[in-house]
């Protein structure tokens, strides 16, 4: 039964990297659970024998010459950074303080 | 006499310019005295860009003057979705998160509006990120319908929709990754158009489900979207799923179909779209429009695409799985909002995501992005994720028998009128249904069409006639749509819409 319980939900939270207080956890949880059991009964619709469908039209690998094209200018691909140093984006420790 | 500028089809302005009865600055004008006058009831744009435009229309009328048009269209006015990138021009999504952004370049759809010299107004609102069919999700408060300000213009591209239906702008462009295009058209009463998967380059739009997303035309006549789907459509290096073949002549077909001869033509009505969920009046003007096709000539065939019933569950596990990956890019580390998490010296670069995450999306983003996360996440992406993508191969199977009968599908656009504004906001689900009739569409990559079908007896509000073509005859749609809307107006003596019937406070009426 794919009920969504809060500890999931702050679980898949964490891994899409976005912080949920205790409200936002109470608000979404149940939201979830109720369209997960809406969509519950995909996995018995088609036999094994149907092949997946990633994309709506035939996809092929698309080539292009090597060569060079206009592009954005350093000042363009920082334009809109949060932060910037020395013509590169700015970014705040990477690390943790334990690693 | 003729009709005020701004009540006229882009079609007609077309030739008020090439006439040399108006110019493209008079025009551009006029559209932006309507935006002062009525969007601040209506809230269709996010930005408007005066200045901008009225450079372009400059630029349109030097061409003119010079015998040197750059198209069609040059010099009639446009208003882009706020999800796609402009140059120089604010671009949000409808999200706090882009709330500021101005992009270094151009979408292509964007650059070609551009090249074909069509002066763009501004930038429309829209459900954050394209998700919901409402346009309350947007970051900057809803737009209101301009039929009944109370009620929804429908979404994510409410703002489009509600712009041309209030005469603010002849031209928009939507994008439609599971009806954003079609669901507004049919309940503001305009057109809209989501073109076959691939034949309108994505470059430059702010993927949300990037297996679906699709740009189109947001009009008030089918010849209008024609004509507007021929600038913006056809292939493009720059977006490695763009179609590789000349686009169908779909300017020609609107204006064939027009002439209202639909002799031989096989319409194919879809058995699981439509009856129960639909609100009768809805129902009763799509019975009533399929009528007058069989009088033009068509002829009809019920077909039936049983794996339809299952096209929201597959869409709900495609669609969030393909939006959380995307919506990763947000991290605060190169563009958009960055903020710092309260209390936490030294805060971490995962920290700052989190807390930007949390503060610059909204909750509809949220759940789709947490959804997503859970239907690819090991485990469960079998039973969710790949069992959602063999039911996209069941449905574009369907698709292909029922076209084996059929020339064209058709169903309502809409189950529903426009329902109030905070009707359904905190009900995902009910909200997700509104999509019920135009996702099978996307999750095929077929071409669909909303034409304005009449007003739905029980509360007066337009309901919405669509139209399903194979993929890559997109060319199908305009005929068919051109012949019911030009059926439609012979017995209404005139559009659906017109500027008077609005309860719009305008500077004219006050």
Redesign the interface.
Known sequence: MPD?SRE??RH??D???????DA?LD??AP??S???E??A???E??TDD????????P?T??F?EDVVRPS?TPE??L?????VEEQR?A??????DEQ | MSAPLIERSAAALADALASGETTSVELTQAFLRRIAAVDGAVHAFLHVDAEGALAAARASDERRAAGTPASALDGVPVAVKDVLATEGLPTTCGSRILEG?????DATVVARLKAAGLPILGKTNMDEFAMGSSTEHSAYGPTHNPWDLDRIPGGSGGGSAAAVAAFEAPLAIGTDTGGSIRQPGAVTGTVGVKPT??GVSRYGLVAMAN??DQAGPVTRTVLDAALLHEVIGGHD?LD??S?DQPLPAVVDAARAGAEVDLAGLRVGIVAELGGEGYQPGVQQRFDEAVELLVEAGAEVVQVSCP?FV?A???Y??VMPSEA?SNL?RF????????VL?EGVD??????????T??AG?G?EV??R???G??AL?SGYY???Y?????????I?RDFAAAFERADVLVSPTSPTTAFKLGEKLDD??AM?LNDVATIPA?????PGISVPAGLAAEDDLPVGFQVLAP?TADDRLYRVGAALEALLEQQWGGPLLSADQLALETEEHA
């Open positions: 969504i999931q939900v898949l939270a891994l899409a990297r976005i912080e949920l207080d936002e608000h979404l939201q979830l109720v369209i997960l809406s969509v009964s995909i996995s619709v088609a149907v092949p997946p469908t990633s994309h709506p039209l996809v690998n698309v292009r954005l363009q691909a334009s809109g950074a949060p932060a984006f970014v705040p420790r990477i690390l943790g | 952004w101005r992009p270094p370049y998967y691939g297996s679906l290096p490695s799923t179609i794996s299952h929201l569950a597959a709900y596990l959380s990763a991290d605060a580390m190169r563009y958009g909002l960055r998490p030294s805060p971490s670069a995962e920290d700052v995501m989190r807390a995450r949390d999306f909750d949220k759940r992005i947490i959804l996360t859970y996440s079998d039973a969710y790949g069992s959602a993508q063999q039911v996209r191969t069941l574009s995902p689900l997700y996307n999750l095929a990559g077929v993929a």
